[in-house]
């Protein structure tokens, strides 16, 4: 199932990100997708159609390497806990004014096969079905070393089977509970202002929930709410029950979205001020912001 990388087309990919950047006009590029912190490009190419996930610019080798040492070990990790995880490659290329920029490549998957849509157009049976396999798969992987952030949009089903597709920011910790991902590099498109605070707070607390099946469930159901799906909310919660040694309950999710979602906001909003401040001293603004999440 592996393919391969269309270096010409990424390489003009990037091309139209900076063009983009330069003007600040993003029509030439096809979004498939976003999530808080990145934009997933599609790339049509004559082998294929990609979704293409830029990554923060890497300052040199040593930083790029690495990274692609986190991914691989991410992606094999998660295989040996029983995680199907999307064939992702990373591909690079040096800038012209230094750095290294890179994507994480996957193939195009179907978005009507997203489980955040299927949650809406499949039955109350079929979430249930999916909620239990689900389950198995957070059960399997997490521990306190191996992360997942396993909202629905990080899931497509196909033919029955439970893809995970969020591999851009690796999440493992080593034994003292560091986090082994670049944590500043991939922070690096918050205000400089909040980026220090962030780095500290988030080391622990932010990420804390995504290292156990208590805190990836509880931060999955939050998110239902996101995706208007608050009605499923019960029924999963009592079949969660079974699997989890302090039960969750509705105000426990309901709290924590919205502590979740307020602290989002807040980070989108500083990063727009951010922005304006760039365009206002006329330097072009380095990153593409997600557009702003209905919460
Ligand atoms: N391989 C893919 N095929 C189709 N759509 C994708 C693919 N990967 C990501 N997307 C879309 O982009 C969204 C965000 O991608 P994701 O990898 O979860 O990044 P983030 O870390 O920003 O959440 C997904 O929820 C999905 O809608
Ligand atoms: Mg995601």
Same mark, same amino acid.
């Given at each position: ?21 330069? $003007? ?43 990274? @692609? ?12 806990? *029983? ?5 992702? @490659? ?6 012209? *004014? ?26 109350? !049976? ?12 957070? @059960? ?27 591999? $851009? ?7 003292? *509970? ?23 707070? $988030? ?11 208590? *805190? ?10 996101? @995706? ?9 919660? !009592? ?57």
């Amino acid at each position: 199932m592996t393919f391969t990388v269309p270096d010409r087309d990424l390489s003009s990919l990037e091309d139209r990100v900076q063009t983009a950047l330069r $003007t600040s006009d993003d029509t030439g590029l096809t979004l498939l997708g976003h999530g808080e912190v990145t934009l997933v490009l599609e790339l049509e190419a004559r082998s294929g159609s990609f979704a293409c996930k830029r990554l923060p610019v890497f300052p040199d080798r040593a930083r790029l390497l690495n990274y @692609e040492q986190t991914l691989r070990t991410y992606l094999r990790r998660l295989r040996e806990g *029983g995680v199907r995880v999307a064939e992702t @490659e990373l591909w690079h290329q040096p800038r012209p *004014g230094g750095g290294i920029v890179g994507y994480c490549v996957q193939e195009t998957l179907p978005r009507k096969r997203l489980c955040s849509n299927l949650l809406h157009s499949e039955s109350e !049976a079929w979430a249930a079905d999916f909620f239990s396999r689900f389950l198995d798969q957070v @059960e399997g992987a997490v521990s306190p070393t191996l992360g997942l952030d396993a909202q629905a949009s990080n899931w497509v089903d196909i033919d029955g089977e439970l893809l995970y597709i969020d591999v $851009t920011s690796p999440l493992m910790r080593d034994a003292a *509970g560091r986090e082994l991902l670049d944590v500043r590099l991939f922070f690096a498109s918050l205000p400089w202002l909040l980026r220090d605070i962030v780095r500290v707070a $988030t080391a622990k607390s932010i990420f804390d929930k995504f290292y156990s099946t208590r *805190g990836v469930v509880l931060d999955f159901l939050g998110n239902l709410h996101k @995706e208007r799906l608050g009605h499923l909310i019960p029924g999963f919660l !009592a079949q969660a029950e079974a699997r989890l040694d302090v039960p969750l309950t509705e105000q426990e999710v309901a709290d924590y979205y919205r502590a979740d979602a307020r602290s989002w906001a807040f980070i989108q909003r500083l990063r727009k001020v951010d922005r304006l401040g760039h365009r206002l001293l006329r330097r072009p603004y380095p990153f593409l912001l997600p557009p702003d999440v209905d919460r």
